[in-house]
């Protein structure tokens, strides 16, 4: 196949074609690159990713119950709005990120602005996902408007803030470090949203229903009766009310961070001269280039498996901790231990995959959770047996949310190295991972609220029947483990080795060199 004039490869004819730079043109290319990626921009990097788990863990862990328990919907509406919301998350995802890779520069760069500019609506729309709306016919469609609203404001934060990496620092090392912070600062994230949405919501728990309440009404007089309905009203009213208070909270701390990452962070034009002697495709041709880099594709296979097991382990673990092991008054202690354990462990995997390399780090962090998952859900209710799982469990998350996206950038790298012609993709890569991701999320949420419902779930209900307790039994142990499995058999295939890495690191360094000499020559050519 011939290619035409715009398609010549990076050391042939775009070169002579570049447009010129005057000289602080050329000043401010070399000076973005060479730039010095410090401590403290690092962490106000780290913090701007704290919003996204703060309010994925609020909404991940409490969500369903929510809908369940405090909403009072049925399972079947719940799984609709739980499924339909991720799934239309996971469709902007790919929009987003054509839009992105679409946005001109600026002055404060191209992803800052879409992050500054969908905060103030995030919030709001993430505050009303946890109200109960006065009107009982239309509780579905609130919760669907709101929950899928939100989901595409923050998307709007996310992906670019996912491909924000790719521009803080050209070096892999100063990439993988404001990864490791990243990383850290998510999973401080997962501990407040964990934190704040359960320990203020476990102060105000609803009240359940029991056969035993219902059939010893009529030994009751009216008026005790009358008392008891008032007293349960009030404590609804309670632990909605203990909801808006978490959610207001939330919406606060995710405002601060967005600030800090605005006002902390530099965005660098990596590409600099660069971008001037490369091509833009179009986004569908873009996309086939994305989507047919093998290392990406297997990669994203890989963590869609994995990540489907957590999530399914994350979506039912509240709902496990209540009912099945009858940790009523605990459940929040328990799933706050999990994300302390996950922000501990997560500077111990940053080392290991330093030490050892990354594919091995996937393989022994990874399958670290395999066999608590299995202990779980053989071994009958014990607190302290518990508190240790999460305890071990936590260590795997965090290897889980660490390796993805210290990853992804070597894929990233993989394809400019292969493909040095074409530039502006960072985007596409990171938000068409995130939807796989997010797709996974809706598949989980949607598919365990309905098999729940299908199991005889009884909303508000004190206990559950042994069918509810044994499908949550496979979804907190025996259907993670497959998924796990899986990945890992999937992930063997992954390509890009600690050798592969450097000799791509070598080719970047090398074509940098090369658009710095003709930067130099451009900057000669204008004074």
């Known amino acids: 196949m011939t290619r035409g004039e715009g398609d010549e490869p990076f050391s042939s004819g775009l070169i002579s074609s570049a447009k010129p730079m005057n000289k602080d043109e050329f000043k401010i290319a070399k000076q973005e690159r060479k730039r010095a990626l410090t401590m403290c921009s690092k962490v106000c990097f780290a913090i701007g990713g704290a919003p996204y788990q703060i309010t994925s863990s609020a909404l991940g862990f409490f969500l369903q119950i929510f809908l369940l328990d405090v909403a009072q919907l049925d399972p079947l509406n719940a799984s609709v709005i739980l499924f339909v919301g991720r799934v239309w998350d996971a469709v902007t995802d790919p929009t987003v990120g054509f839009l992105i890779s679409r946005t001109p520069w600026t002055r404060h760069g191209r992803m800052l602005p879409w992050i500054l500019v969908s905060t103030m609506p995030a919030v709001l729309c993430y505050f009303l996902i946890w109200v ?129 990452l605005f006002l902390g962070v530099r965005e660098q034009d990596n590409e600099g001269g660069l971008k001037n002697m490369q091509r833009r495709a179009s986004f569908l041709t873009g996309l086939r280039l994305v ?75 990874i399958t670290w959770a395999v066999p608590f998952m299995i202990l779980v859900g053989c071994v009958n209710s014990s607190l302290i047996i518990s508190y240790v799982v999460s305890i071990a469990a936590g260590a795997s998350v965090a290897a889980a949310f660490l390796l993805p996206w210290s990853m992804l950038p070597d894929v990233v790298d993989d394809f400019k190295v292969q493909n040095p012609d074409y530039h502006g993709h960072e985007a ?100």
């Open 428 to 527: 596409i890569f990171y938000s068409f991972y995130v939807f796989f991701t997010k797709f996974a999320s809706g598949v989980s949420l949607g598919v365990s609220t309905l098999a729940l419902s299908f199991a005889g779930y009884v909303t508000g209900g004190c206990v559950q029947p042994d069918s509810v307790n044994m499908t949550l039994k496979i979804l907190v142990s025996a259907a993670p483990v497959s998924l796990i499995a899986m990945g890992l058999l999937i992930f063997k295939t992954y390509p890009i080795d600690e050798k592969r890495r450097q000799y791509n690191n070598k080719q970047l360094q090398l074509l940098l060199r090369q658009s710095d000499s003709h930067v130099s020559e451009m900057g000669s050519l204008a004074t």
């Open 291 to 365: 989507m047919g880099h093998g290392p990406y594709v297997k990669l994203v296979l890989a963590f869609l498996f994995t990540s489907l097991a957590f999530m399914l382990l994350e979506g039912n673990f509240a709902v496990f901790i209540k009912y099945t092991l009858g940790f009523r008054n605990d459940f929040q202690n328990i799933l706050l231990v999990i994300m302390l354990s996950a922000t501990l462990t997560i500077p111990m995997w940053q080392w290991f995959l330093c030490r050892f390399g990354k594919k091995t780090a996937v393989y022994i962090g």
């Open 132 to 260: 109960v709306p006065p009107i009982e016919q239309g509780k579905m469609i609130w919760y669907l408007l709101f929950y899928c609203l939100f989901q595409t404001l923050q998307t709007c934060f996310h992906v670019p803030y996912s491909a924000l990496t790719m521009f803080i620092s050209t070096e892999q090392r100063e990439r993988d470090s404001a990864t490791a912070y990243r990383m850290t600062v998510e999973a401080m994230g997962m501990v407040i949203g964990t934190a704040v949405q359960g320990q203020i919501v476990g102060m105000a728990n609803s009240p359940c229903i029991n056969s035993s309440s219902l059939n010893s009404s009529s030994n009751h007089s009216m008026q005790e009766n009358a008392t008891q309905i008032t007293l349960n009203e009030y404590k609804i009213f309670k632990e909605r009310c203990a909801y808006m208070i978490a959610s207001a909270i939330i919406s606060l701390i995710y405002i601060m961070c967005a600030v800090v």
